[in-house]
């Protein structure tokens, strides 16, 4: 299983794009949306730089911020995800160049006006 997922490339064996959305869509798929960031270098970069990072950071972001005491297998799972990306050189290139989401509706602690990604992510 891990050959086949570190092998895969985009139009080649699958459509990244229509992977990424569906994987982004459902909690369900964490574990493989973090194994291919893991072991898929294709993947990784395409997911770096051809989405909109804020689709997959925030949400994320948002479900840590937001966690209860009961949920410290998800908030790990998330943690690990992020842990993952972030040691990809492009990746803390690309958030610290992203402007995040104008209004962080769900952030509570201060205002956030133009701040960038990886300000925020961090």
């Not at 570190?6 to 493989?32: C, P």
């Not at 291919?36 to 990072?53: C, E, H, P, Q, W």
């Amino acid at each position: 299983c891990v050959t086949v997922l570190s092998n895969l490339l985009d139009v080649q064996d699958i459509n990244f794009s229509d992977l990424h959305y569906i994987l982004l869509g459902n909690l369900q798929f964490a574990y493989l949306l973090k194994a291919l960031l893991a072991i898929n270098m294709s993947y990784r970069k395409f997911v770096i730089t051809g989405t909109d990072l804020n689709l997959l950071l925030c949400p994320i972001l948002k479900d840590i911020y937001e966690a209860n005491k009961e949920d410290d297998d998800f908030v790990d799972k998330s943690l690990a995800l992020l842990q993952i990306i972030s040691t990809d050189e492009m990746f803390n290139k690309a958030i610290h160049s992203i402007n995040a989401l104008k209004q962080i509706s769900w952030y509570k602690e201060r205002s956030l006006n133009n701040i960038k990604l990886g300000g925020f992510t961090a």
